[in-house]
């Protein structure tokens, strides 16, 4: 489906004619560990990073990380809005559904059919807030629902009414306004979803008690192509090492309350970095590149959404971003009726047509509405 998507998009002049083209990857056959490449546009007055974000498939917080100091509302006239879709692929195995929640990205390893390349599928997430959590481990996909109902938990209802004054109802019914959004896909963790959301514009940040959040048009994407019994594994790693030929990255991102830990964040980011050293102690003295430990330092305090090389010698991020050739966005922002759990519309001529789910039933393993059941979504 994909590879469809991607060739239309390729076949089109202006950047932003298409959204799926920047999710699926083949997986590196050199020993590389990463993905994707860093893109620079150039939109219109009337797009926002969000607008931007959601259709290069990113989040919130990976946007606006990349773009300091610049208005997520009004990125200004002329801006150079930098589009972080360069990825490092988390700690093997490479196998069914893996979160990594400070990350807040997640990748999908499908099955490897014969006779073609292995892929890699990754999305961007929403998580826990502070107080919830997601467990960390293995589990499986138990089960597929389309237009699932919500069944809301007591203690959400409670905490609503203590944060805002308001009741929320009991029961959602399926629907453009279903916090659950149209599609779901449940774990063997207790109420743990991957699901769709009606607030799409909140895929990036901790927003949900304990679920993982997609955008409507990647919960629909994968959703009729990912097999009950898929392995999903949630971890907790805020620092990522990633290979690419011969040269080291690192990406850091935020630790998160819920998953204390007895290390200080610089010696985690140094724990994160005993693959580099073991390859770097096996290699002649004159073919080693050392370790930039300030930069090591800087990125343990500081996180960032795009891959910086840690060996002495390498090229700065801004220096990488400053050659990137601008490419003109001029896709229709999406608008607020895009706020909800509904597919965004098509405009021809403005924008590619979004993939759809599949009809639930028999082959894809779906259940439909109320069967639900209850999620802390």
Request: hydrophobic share 40%; proline share 11%.
């Amino acid at each position: 489906m994909k590879h469809v998507v991607k060739n239309l998009c390729c076949a089109l002049l202006v950047v932003g004619a298409c959204s799926a083209f920047a999710s699926t990857f083949p997986l590196p056959e050199d020993g590389s560990t990463m993905v994707g490449e860093i893109r620079v546009v150039v939109p219109t007055p009337d797009n926002t990073l969000l607008d931007i974000a959601r259709h290069f498939d990113v989040g919130y917080e990976e946007i606006a990380n990349a773009n300091p100091g610049m208005s997520v509302w009004t990125p200004g006239k002329d801006a150079r809005v930098v589009v972080p879709t360069r990825y490092i692929l988390p700690p093997k195995p490479w196998k069914g559904i893996v979160v990594n929640l400070p990350q807040r990205r997640l990748y999908y390893f499908p099955p490897v059919r014969k006779g073609q390349r292995p892929e890699v599928v990754t999305y961007p997430v929403g998580i826990a807030r502070e107080g919830w959590s997601t467990p960390l481990g293995e589990s499986k996909l138990i089960a597929k629902y389309k237009d699932p109902a919500w069944f809301v938990p007591k203690s959400i209802r409670e905490e609503h009414r203590q944060e805002s004054g308001e009741e929320l109802p009991e029961y959602f019914p399926p629907g453009r306004d279903n916090p659950m959004g149209m599609l779901a896909l449940k774990t063997g963790f207790p109420s743990i979803f991957i699901h769709a959301t009606n607030r799409p514009w909140g895929i990036g940040l901790r927003v949900s008690h304990g679920c993982l959040h997609l955008y409507p048009e990647d919960a629909a994407e994968v959703f009729p192509n990912i097999p009950l019994g898929t392995p999903v594994r949630f971890i907790d790693e805020p620092f990522v090492i990633g290979k690419d030929k011969q040269h080291w990255y690192m990406m850091s991102y935020l630790p998160l309350n819920e998953y204390p830990s007895a290390l200080s964040k610089q010696t985690r980011a140094v724990a994160a970095l005993q693959p580099l050293l073991g390859e770097l102690l096996s290699l002649p003295a004159t073919q080693r590149r050392d370790i930039d430990w300030g930069r090591v330092q800087w990125l343990a305090e500081n996180p960032v959404s795009l891959p910086h090389g840690i060996q002495l010698g390498m090229t700065s991020v801004a220096d990488q971003i400053a050659a990137i050739a601008a490419e003109r966005y001029e896709y229709e922002p999406y608008g607020i009726d895009a706020n909800t759990a509904a597919l965004p519309d098509y405009e021809p001529g403005k924008a590619a047509p979004r993939e759809t789910a599949a009809p639930a039933g028999s082959g894809d393993g779906a259940e439909d509405g109320a069967r639900a059941g209850q999620s802390r979504n």
